[in-house]
Protein backbone atom coordinates (compact mmCIF):
# COMPACT_ATOMS: atom_id res chain seq x y z
CA UNK A 1 0.00 0.00 0.00
CA UNK A 2 1.41 3.87 -0.54
CA UNK A 3 0.09 6.43 1.70
CA UNK A 4 0.86 9.94 1.66
CA UNK A 5 0.55 12.37 4.65
CA UNK A 6 0.63 16.63 4.44
CA UNK A 7 0.54 17.32 8.15
CA UNK A 8 -0.64 21.04 7.53
CA UNK A 9 -3.69 21.99 6.20
CA UNK A 10 -3.03 25.87 5.96
CA UNK A 11 0.78 27.52 5.62
CA UNK A 12 0.90 31.29 6.12
CA UNK A 13 4.27 32.97 4.78
CA UNK A 14 4.41 37.03 4.36
CA UNK A 15 6.05 37.73 0.61
CA UNK A 16 9.97 37.30 1.02
CA UNK A 17 10.09 34.94 3.42
CA UNK A 18 11.17 31.24 2.76
CA UNK A 19 8.16 28.62 2.59
CA UNK A 20 8.02 24.98 3.50
CA UNK A 21 5.31 22.87 2.55
CA UNK A 22 5.68 19.27 4.39
CA UNK A 23 4.97 16.30 2.97
CA UNK A 24 5.60 12.11 4.08
CA UNK A 25 4.97 8.88 2.35
CA UNK A 26 5.01 5.72 2.87
CA UNK A 27 5.38 3.18 0.52
CA UNK A 28 6.88 -0.32 0.05
CA UNK A 29 9.85 -0.29 -2.60
CA UNK A 30 11.01 3.09 -3.50
CA UNK A 31 9.14 6.34 -4.39
CA UNK A 32 7.86 8.45 -7.16
CA UNK A 33 7.32 11.37 -5.62
CA UNK A 34 5.81 14.76 -7.30
CA UNK A 35 4.28 18.28 -5.91
CA UNK A 36 1.11 19.31 -7.72
CA UNK A 37 -0.26 22.80 -7.51
CA UNK A 38 -3.66 23.95 -8.35
CA UNK A 39 -4.94 27.49 -8.27
CA UNK A 40 -8.89 28.29 -7.99
CA UNK A 41 -10.57 26.28 -10.57
CA UNK A 42 -7.88 25.10 -11.89
CA UNK A 43 -7.16 21.58 -12.70
CA UNK A 44 -3.76 20.75 -10.54
CA UNK A 45 -0.67 21.33 -12.27
CA UNK A 46 2.61 19.61 -11.95
CA UNK A 47 5.56 21.36 -10.30
CA UNK A 48 8.02 18.31 -9.98
CA UNK A 49 9.38 15.21 -9.50
CA UNK A 50 11.66 13.18 -7.35
CA UNK A 51 12.20 9.45 -9.20
CA UNK A 52 15.81 8.73 -8.58
CA UNK A 53 19.45 10.73 -8.27
CA UNK A 54 19.78 13.43 -6.81
CA UNK A 55 18.14 14.29 -3.31
CA UNK A 56 17.59 17.75 -3.64
CA UNK A 57 14.91 18.51 -7.14
CA UNK A 58 14.18 22.08 -8.76
CA UNK A 59 11.28 22.85 -10.59
CA UNK A 60 8.75 25.09 -12.11
CA UNK A 61 8.73 28.63 -10.22
CA UNK A 62 11.68 28.64 -8.45
CA UNK A 63 9.94 25.46 -6.11
CA UNK A 64 12.17 22.82 -5.29
CA UNK A 65 12.11 19.51 -3.26
CA UNK A 66 14.16 17.72 -0.81
CA UNK A 67 14.24 13.56 -0.77
CA UNK A 68 15.02 12.24 2.36
CA UNK A 69 14.61 8.77 2.85
CA UNK A 70 15.54 7.99 6.14
CA UNK A 71 12.70 10.52 7.73
CA UNK A 72 10.58 9.47 4.31
CA UNK A 73 9.75 12.90 3.71
CA UNK A 74 9.66 15.23 0.43
CA UNK A 75 9.24 18.81 1.41
CA UNK A 76 8.42 21.27 -0.60
CA UNK A 77 10.01 24.93 -0.13
CA UNK A 78 11.19 28.09 -1.98
CA UNK A 79 13.49 30.20 -0.50
CA UNK A 80 11.25 33.86 -1.49
CA UNK A 81 7.95 33.32 -1.63
CA UNK A 82 5.34 35.75 -3.79
CA UNK A 83 1.77 36.60 -3.24
CA UNK A 84 1.24 34.68 -6.95
CA UNK A 85 2.33 31.34 -4.90
CA UNK A 86 -1.20 31.06 -2.93
CA UNK A 87 -2.64 28.14 -4.11
CA UNK A 88 -3.53 24.66 -3.25
CA UNK A 89 -0.80 22.28 -3.09
CA UNK A 90 -0.55 18.26 -3.83
CA UNK A 91 2.19 15.77 -2.70
CA UNK A 92 1.24 12.66 -4.66
CA UNK A 93 3.43 9.07 -4.03
CA UNK A 94 3.76 6.27 -6.32
CA UNK A 95 5.60 2.65 -5.78
CA UNK A 96 7.70 2.25 -7.90
CA UNK A 97 7.49 -1.67 -7.32
CA UNK A 98 4.02 -2.01 -8.40
CA UNK A 99 4.79 -3.21 -11.98
CA UNK A 100 2.04 -1.18 -13.85
CA UNK A 101 3.11 1.96 -15.52
CA UNK A 102 -0.58 2.89 -15.83
CA UNK A 103 -1.04 2.84 -12.21
CA UNK A 104 -2.44 5.50 -9.44
CA UNK A 105 -0.85 7.60 -7.57
CA UNK A 106 -2.32 8.58 -4.12
CA UNK A 107 -2.74 12.56 -3.36
CA UNK A 108 -2.13 14.05 -0.19
CA UNK A 109 -5.25 15.85 1.45
CA UNK A 110 -3.58 19.19 0.46
CA UNK A 111 -1.89 22.26 1.85
CA UNK A 112 -3.70 25.64 1.44
CA UNK A 113 -0.22 28.37 1.07
CA UNK A 114 -1.17 31.69 1.83
CA UNK A 115 1.52 34.48 0.86
CA UNK A 116 0.24 37.45 2.38
CA UNK A 117 2.29 41.12 0.79
CA UNK B 1 1.89 24.49 -25.32
CA UNK B 2 -0.51 21.03 -25.48
CA UNK B 3 -3.39 20.63 -22.88
CA UNK B 4 -5.92 18.24 -21.47
CA UNK B 5 -9.15 19.65 -22.10
CA UNK B 6 -12.43 18.75 -20.78
CA UNK B 7 -16.15 19.02 -21.50
CA UNK B 8 -18.68 20.23 -19.85
CA UNK B 9 -16.97 22.41 -17.57
CA UNK B 10 -20.07 22.03 -15.25
CA UNK B 11 -22.86 19.44 -15.53
CA UNK B 12 -25.98 19.32 -13.79
CA UNK B 13 -28.20 16.13 -13.13
CA UNK B 14 -30.80 14.82 -11.56
CA UNK B 15 -29.81 11.64 -9.29
CA UNK B 16 -30.29 7.98 -11.65
CA UNK B 17 -29.30 9.82 -14.56
CA UNK B 18 -26.45 8.79 -16.53
CA UNK B 19 -23.64 11.37 -17.66
CA UNK B 20 -20.90 10.85 -19.81
CA UNK B 21 -17.53 13.59 -18.87
CA UNK B 22 -15.27 13.53 -21.35
CA UNK B 23 -11.39 14.31 -21.79
CA UNK B 24 -9.44 15.24 -25.12
CA UNK B 25 -5.77 14.00 -23.46
CA UNK B 26 -2.67 15.47 -24.95
CA UNK B 27 -1.98 14.37 -28.81
CA UNK B 28 1.10 11.73 -28.00
CA UNK B 29 0.18 10.39 -24.51
CA UNK B 30 -0.41 6.98 -24.24
CA UNK B 31 -1.87 6.75 -20.50
CA UNK B 32 -5.04 8.16 -19.08
CA UNK B 33 -6.60 8.38 -15.53
CA UNK B 34 -9.37 9.49 -14.22
CA UNK B 35 -9.71 11.43 -10.61
CA UNK B 36 -11.86 13.17 -8.66
CA UNK B 37 -12.15 15.84 -5.89
CA UNK B 38 -15.35 16.16 -3.57
CA UNK B 39 -15.19 19.42 -2.63
CA UNK B 40 -12.50 20.34 -0.02
CA UNK B 41 -11.54 17.14 0.32
CA UNK B 42 -8.47 15.56 -1.51
CA UNK B 43 -8.04 14.31 -5.37
CA UNK B 44 -8.92 10.22 -5.59
CA UNK B 45 -8.19 7.94 -8.10
CA UNK B 46 -10.41 5.97 -9.86
CA UNK B 47 -9.00 4.69 -12.77
CA UNK B 48 -6.14 4.31 -15.41
CA UNK B 49 -6.47 3.83 -19.15
CA UNK B 50 -3.56 2.02 -21.60
CA UNK B 51 -3.60 0.27 -24.76
CA UNK B 52 -7.38 0.32 -24.62
CA UNK B 53 -8.23 -1.74 -21.46
CA UNK B 54 -8.23 -0.43 -17.98
CA UNK B 55 -5.35 -1.16 -16.34
CA UNK B 56 -6.01 0.11 -12.57
CA UNK B 57 -9.04 0.97 -10.79
CA UNK B 58 -10.20 1.98 -7.55
CA UNK B 59 -12.53 1.02 -5.12
CA UNK B 60 -14.40 3.71 -6.31
CA UNK B 61 -14.49 2.80 -9.91
CA UNK B 62 -17.74 0.53 -9.43
CA UNK B 63 -19.86 -1.18 -11.90
CA UNK B 64 -21.56 2.30 -12.26
CA UNK B 65 -18.50 3.84 -13.49
CA UNK B 66 -17.04 2.81 -17.22
CA UNK B 67 -14.26 4.46 -19.27
CA UNK B 68 -14.12 4.41 -23.12
CA UNK B 69 -11.78 5.64 -26.01
CA UNK B 70 -14.26 5.96 -28.86
CA UNK B 71 -11.74 7.42 -31.29
CA UNK B 72 -8.23 8.59 -31.41
CA UNK B 73 -8.35 11.69 -29.60
CA UNK B 74 -11.57 11.19 -26.87
CA UNK B 75 -11.44 9.66 -23.79
CA UNK B 76 -15.05 9.60 -21.53
CA UNK B 77 -15.69 8.52 -18.24
CA UNK B 78 -19.38 7.48 -17.78
CA UNK B 79 -21.39 7.56 -14.74
CA UNK B 80 -24.63 4.88 -15.93
CA UNK B 81 -26.75 5.92 -12.25
CA UNK B 82 -25.87 8.97 -10.63
CA UNK B 83 -26.05 9.55 -6.95
CA UNK B 84 -26.06 12.34 -4.77
CA UNK B 85 -22.54 11.31 -3.56
CA UNK B 86 -21.28 11.40 -7.43
CA UNK B 87 -21.02 15.33 -7.10
CA UNK B 88 -17.28 15.94 -7.35
CA UNK B 89 -14.77 17.77 -9.62
CA UNK B 90 -13.68 15.31 -12.41
CA UNK B 91 -10.17 15.92 -13.61
CA UNK B 92 -9.21 13.85 -16.67
CA UNK B 93 -4.96 13.43 -16.97
CA UNK B 94 -2.71 11.88 -19.07
CA UNK B 95 0.82 10.90 -19.62
CA UNK B 96 3.33 10.48 -22.51
CA UNK B 97 4.34 7.31 -20.43
CA UNK B 98 3.48 5.20 -17.69
CA UNK B 99 4.73 6.42 -14.23
CA UNK B 100 6.88 7.76 -13.10
CA UNK B 101 6.63 10.08 -16.01
CA UNK B 102 4.37 13.37 -14.68
CA UNK B 103 0.56 13.22 -15.37
CA UNK B 104 -1.06 16.73 -17.06
CA UNK B 105 -4.46 17.47 -16.08
CA UNK B 106 -6.98 18.67 -17.62
CA UNK B 107 -8.82 21.69 -16.14
CA UNK B 108 -11.60 19.60 -14.51
CA UNK B 109 -15.81 18.82 -15.07
CA UNK B 110 -17.59 20.00 -11.26
CA UNK B 111 -20.49 17.50 -11.49
CA UNK B 112 -23.86 18.15 -9.20
CA UNK B 113 -26.10 15.95 -9.08
CA UNK B 114 -29.21 16.91 -7.39
Known amino acids: AQSVAQPEDQVNVAEGNPLTVKCTYSVSGNPYLFWYVQYPNRGLQFLLKYITGDNLVKGSYGFEAEFNKSQTSFHLKKPSALVSDSALYFC???????????????FGDGTTLTVKP | EPEVTQTPSHQVTQMGQEVILRCVPI?????FYWYRQILGQKVEFLVSFYNNEISEKSEIFDDQFSVERPDGSNFTLKIRSTKLEDSAMYFCASSEQGLPYEQYFGPGTRLTVT
Open chain 2, 27 to 31: SNHLY
Open chain 1, 92 to 106: AVRDSRINTNAGKST
